[in-house]
């Protein structure tokens, strides 16, 4: 069991992940994925909820649980709405209540129809978190999701930091195409049509205590930063690192160079 990355299922510490290569495993049908194209650079994570409560007409708040939810069938349940939608509506991962989680999508190779942009899609990782009826969310659901998030950030280089804070509407860079925002966010961050609740703030306010840095990427914050962090490492290293402000994979092997383990600028467990 694990994450399939370029056909190989590859195991994360302390998960339970379900794919189509185990027995009675779940995967997308080919309506709700496609080739991600060759040259793609991924460089996001985006966040969801299943519900996205609160949001549009229904603003109840989102409760959230102690501990695991109860085991379910809930996984299963969002794939095959998935498959009966006809909205081309999908992830490459989905979280339920008790932290078990379904990859059923080829995070390299595969395209999922999560995000609303075509090019963000292209060039990102869309992972749901199941929600229930009552608007509800799990504590331990949420630390499955940042040991999933770690696990992802580590194998593709993505910079450990989020979107910070929520303005109810779509962050500019990432609407025009994301090409510039590299780390975490939510479908929130992605799309106006999107409310507070997906995903909500929980799941941030557990990246922030998991050490995850927070920018507001509206006022391009992380660019700031990481030219400064650019200049520093040229000065370090005697790299030549354009300092455009996006940490990059140039900046991930400066970083590599400088002590930082796989290029990450926070470290986690794991690492």
């Known amino acids: 069991m694990g994450v399939i990355i370029g056909g190989v299922s590859e195991e994360v510490a302390g998960l339970v992940i379900r794919s ?28 969801h909820t299943t519900k996205g409560v609160p949001g549009g007409p229904d603003q109840r708040r989102q409760l959230i649980m102690k501990g695991l939810g109860p085991p379910s069938e809930h996984l299963a349940t969002v794939t095959d709405g998935w498959a009966s939608d006809h909205i081309c509506a999908s992830a490459h991962f989905v979280i339920d209540f008790d932290g078990t989680m379904a990859c059923v999508a080829d995070v ?72 510039s925002v590299v780390g975490v966010y939510g479908h929130r961050e992605a799309s106006d049509d999107r409310g507070y609740g997906d995903p909500g703030d929980a799941i941030f306010e557990q990246l922030l205590a998991g050490g995850y840095e927070r920018f507001d990427f509206d006022a391009q914050e992380d660019l700031t930063i990481w030219k400064q962090r650019q200049l520093a490492l040229n000065a370090q290293l005697g790299t030549m690192l354009d300092i455009d402000g996006v940490p990059g994979l140039q ?21």
């Open 20 to 47: 189509w290569l185990d027995p009675q495993g779940l995967r997308l049908t080919e309506d709700d994925r496609q080739p991600r194209p060759a040259d793609s650079w991924i460089h996001a994570i985006v966040l």
């Open 108 to 179: 390299l190779t595969e395209t999922t129809y999560h995000a609303g942009n075509r090019a963000v899609n292209h060039h990102s990782i869309g992972i749901e978190m199941y929600q229930g009826d009552n608007a509800e969310l799990y504590e331990g659901q949420l630390v499955s999701t940042v040991r999933l998030v770690d696990f992802l950030t580590r194998r593709f280089g993505i910079q450990r930091q989020f979107h910070w804070p929520y303005c109810n509407h779509a962050v500019a860079r990432i609407a025009e195409g994301g090409g």
């Open 251 to 271: 900046t991930a092997t400066a970083l590599g160079a400088a002590g930082r383990a796989h290029g990450l600028w926070v470290p986690r467990p794991g690492d």
